[in-house]
């Protein structure tokens, strides 16, 4: 190639590289508590990384919450809470502020917890009750269970190339305290189908599930967002600690969890 072709083909990926930015992820977790939710961190950034990177994607992670603040944040496209919510007032007001200036965000399972009394508190009114639209966990099964989930939403992209039924990763799965099927700014995306039912094995017969229902995945239609309650593994607690399942164990599964990612990418705010 001649020197001025080389110099002409530079200046063209520069500009495409200013025209078209490469797209990033930035993912917080703390990873301190649960060892099933600490199993899930380890393997969602080990799974997100490789997905982003075979894709073109800048994928990044963190335990650090104070990179949740405006300067960071406007770094990235994406925003995923792989366990937990940030506590601090300045972290929340600039996850509030990204998300209602156009943010993306992603959260998993431990993500929307809130129960009052415990050591995390329903003291968060915009996220548990506005921008999830759940309100407090009220209950969950048990032990750590794979489930036949139903696309609810056959149209979203996040379920596209899904069958209408599909079985899950073995999680703890949560029920919540509003319904969500009555909040006309949620869309539901999955839920459990009755044939996982009995779901759970216990012990406690309140960890069994015999009928309802119950949402697991949905996208609250005045934000770009997606929540998903997977990302507890089974674990043998109280041997070797060992994991005893992976989050990322069902094609399906990840195929709508990437499926979503790209969604949030490409969608903008009107």
């Known amino acids: 190639m001649y020197p001025k072709q080389s110099i002409l083909l530079l200046?063209?990926?520069l500009l495409l590289q200013l025209v078209y930015p490469q797209q990033k992820i930035l993912a917080f977790y703390t990873a301190r508590q649960d060892l099933?939710?600490?199993?899930?961190?380890h393997e969602a950034n080990n799974w997100f990384a490789?997905?982003?990177?075979?894709?073109?994607?800048g994928y990044d992670s963190t335990n650090d919450w104070s990179e949740l603040n405006e300067r960071v944040l406007r770094q990235y496209d994406l925003i995923l809470f792989l366990d937990t919510r940030p506590e601090e007032v300045s972290q929340r007001n600039a996850f509030e502020k990204y998300i209602k200036d156009g943010g993306a965000w992603m959260g998993f399972h431990f993500s929307a917890f809130a129960l009052t009394p415990s050591a995390y508190e329903q003291n968060w009114n915009w996220y548990h009750d506005l921008f999830l639209g759940s309100g407090q966990y009220q209950s969950n099964?048990?032990?750590p269970a794979a489930a036949m989930l139903r696309v609810e939403a056959t149209r979203h992209p996040a379920v596209k190339n899904l069958p209408p039924i599909f079985r899950s990763a073995p999680n703890e799965w949560y029920r919540w305290e509003k319904d969500?099927?009555?909040?006309?700014?949620?869309?539901?995306?999955?839920?459990?189908d009755s044939?996982?039912?009995?779901l759970g094995t216990g012990p406690k017969p309140q960890e069994i599930w015999h009928s309802g229902y119950y949402p697991v995945a949905w996208t609250n239609k005045k934000y770009r967002m997606l929540y998903m309650n997977m990302g507890h593994n089974?674990?043998?607690y109280g041997g070797t600690n060992a994991s005893l399942s992976s989050s990322f164990s069902s094609e399906?599964?990840?195929?709508?969890?990437?499926?979503?990612?790209?969604?949030?990418l490409q969608k903008r705010k009107p």
């Open 36 to 41: 099933a939710h600490i199993s899930f961190v």
């Open 234 to 236: 089974d674990m043998d």
């Open 11 to 13: 200046s063209c990926i």
């Open 141 to 143: 099964t048990w032990r």
């Open 252 to 264: 399906e599964q990840n195929r709508f969890i990437w499926n979503a990612v790209i969604w949030l």
């Open 50 to 57: 490789k997905k982003a990177k075979a894709n073109g994607i």
């Open 195 to 198: 044939s996982s039912f009995p």
């Open 180 to 192: 969500l099927r009555q909040n006309p700014d949620i869309e539901i995306l999955l839920a459990i």
